[in-house]
Every structure is written in C-alpha cells, then in structure tokens.
C-alpha cells in the first residue's frame, strides 16, 4: 500500500512539474509585440525632462529593441542551460536574428551616424556600446550575454543623454544621405542572405553567380557550376525564426529613420518609398496560426511559411536596393 502510494506520488509530482514546464516554454516562446516607437520617444524624453533632437529616436529604438530581448517573457533565452529553455529553438533563433540587427546599427552608429567625417573622433559612449553587443550571444558565464548586452543599454542611455544637451557638443547625430545609404547596403546584404536562406527550404539547383559581371574577376579556390541549396529539416524552423527576429528589428529602425531622416527623404521624393517597405515588413509578422513551421511543397496541399517569409522579405529588399539608388541621385 505504502509503495502504491509513493508510485503515484512521484508520478503525480512528475507529470506536474513536466506540465508546468511545458506551459511554461509555450508562454516564453511568444514572440514580444511591436513597440509603438513615437509613445516611446515621448516618454523617454519625459523622462530625461529634453526635447527630442536628430537622432534621439533612432537610438531610442535602439535602445528598446535590445531592452525587449532581455526583458520579454523568459528574459533572454540564448545562452540557459536549464528547462524549459534549453529545449526550445524557436525564441533563440528569434534572438539572434534581431541581435544581428542591432549590431550592424550599432556599428553604424558609431561609424558613421555620430561622425562628421572619416577623420573625425568616435563617441565614446559608442565605442563601449558597440564591442559589447558582439559578445557571443550563447556566452552565459564569465561575462554573460545578458550583463555585457546592458553595458551596452547603459553606454546607449548616455550616448543619448549627451545627444540631447543642448549645452554640450559631446555626442552628434547626423542624418546625411551618404550615412543612411550606408546602413541600408549593410541592411540589403543581410536581408538578402535571409531571402535566399528561407528560399532553400524546398531545395532548389542555383548556378554559380559569384563572379558574374566581371570577366576579370578571380576567386581564391575552386567552386562548382552549380550548386544544390537546402535547408536541414531540422533548421527550417530556426530559419525562419532567426528572419522574423531580425525583420522585427528592422521594422523598428526603419520607423525610426523615417522620423530622424524626414529632410533628407523628403529632398529626394522618398518617404513613400520608405513607408511601403514598413507595409512589407509588417506583413512579415502577421500572427502565425499554425502551431510548427510547415514546409509545404511551392503549389502543394500544404503552406510554405518558409517562402512566405522570403516573398516579404525579397520585396522589401528590393525596395530597400531601390531606395538607396535614389538617395544616391543628385
């Protein structure tokens, strides 16, 4: 009777906590909701009691893009080596696709935004800002991701300070047509490398175009004519959700351009051009109603949501190519 009743004890307390645990990695794997980046500026510069200048709502969206990772449900996931987070995929991926974003803005901001010229001084906030973000995001000791991405914030939350004195000239901001083009070929580089990434989740023969255009140009070995692209099975999911983090991200900056930028795309006709990039780019995080990644054939029974993500974000690529050539127009 006594064994009986340790028996389902145990097995009681076992499928408790296993349940508690699995309910848990549900509600951790929810993706975190778009921030409404003006209320956000508005209570920012509240807050630190300063009128809102060039370049105070691009930092402030990064700024609370890299809070969100840290600060959603869960907290930051990457790096736990305990359940239920160590068995869940999906939020990580999604991590380090919005990660990959905020370091090629923080790199940009500190080489390019802050700076007059090539010649001219970095901020100094920035030059802690920026190394800190490219700690190894699975690093969770000794230092972990986590502490090295809020020195980040804090180095951040000065860089804007200072951005906002009126009485001080120890950090700038400036939006040139020259600095933003800048971003956006490092933007169209990433999000074409997703395009083609998600694409290959059918498998598919792709010829090698790598030295096309030029009849001089030379690679350092030797590569096959054509090639055969697909994605493991096992990774299509973190594909897909490494692209939905990264576009989050994007999303965001890209609001926060249009605000910080308004002269320079209104000199050149562009903020329409702008505007429906952020209309993609909202449809790439529509709600997925589907509880896993499907994997459907191109015109199958079942939905792709590989080539789904790839249409949006190949439109909004194309966009973004051509918005650059515009900017570069006299």
Sequence with gaps: ???????????????????????????????????????????????????PVVGYTTTT????????????????LA???????????????????????????????????????SQSLENKQLQIAQPQ???????WAMPSAENEYQKAIDALYLYRKQLSDVNSQQAQFYARADNLRDWLQEVTKRMGSYSQRLSASVGRDQLNVDLAGDDAATQSTFAANHVQLKTSWWQIDNEFYEARGATWVLLHFLKAIEIDFS???????????????????????????????????????LANHSLVMANYISRANAALIDLNDLLSQG
């Design 263 to 301: 002269d320079v795309l209104a000199k050149k006709n562009a903020k329409v051009s702008l505007q429906q990039i952020i209309r993609e780019l909202e449809a790439s995080q529509e709600a997925i109603w589907s509880p896993m990644i499907l994997n459907g054939d191109g015109f199958g029974v």
């Design 79 to 117: 790096n736990d080596a305990l359940p239920p987070s160590v068995f869940l995929d999906n939020i990580p991926a999604w991590e380090f696709g919005a990660l990959e974003m905020i370091r090629d803005m923080a790199l940009i901001m500190r080489q390019e935004f802050s700076r007059s010229q």
């Design 1 to 51: 009777m006594n064994v009986n009743f340790s028996v389902k004890t145990v097995a009681s307390a076992f499928a408790v906590v296993f349940f508690s645990l699995y309910f848990l990695g549900v509600y951790w794997s929810f993706e975190p909701d778009r921030l409404d980046l003006k209320q956000e500026v508005i209570d920012a510069a509240k807050t630190e009691n300063v009128s």
């Design 133 to 139: 973000l490219n700690i190894d995001h699975k690093s």
């Design 61 to 76: 969206a990064l700024i609370r893009v890299t809070e969100t990772i840290l600060e959603k449900p869960g907290g930051y």
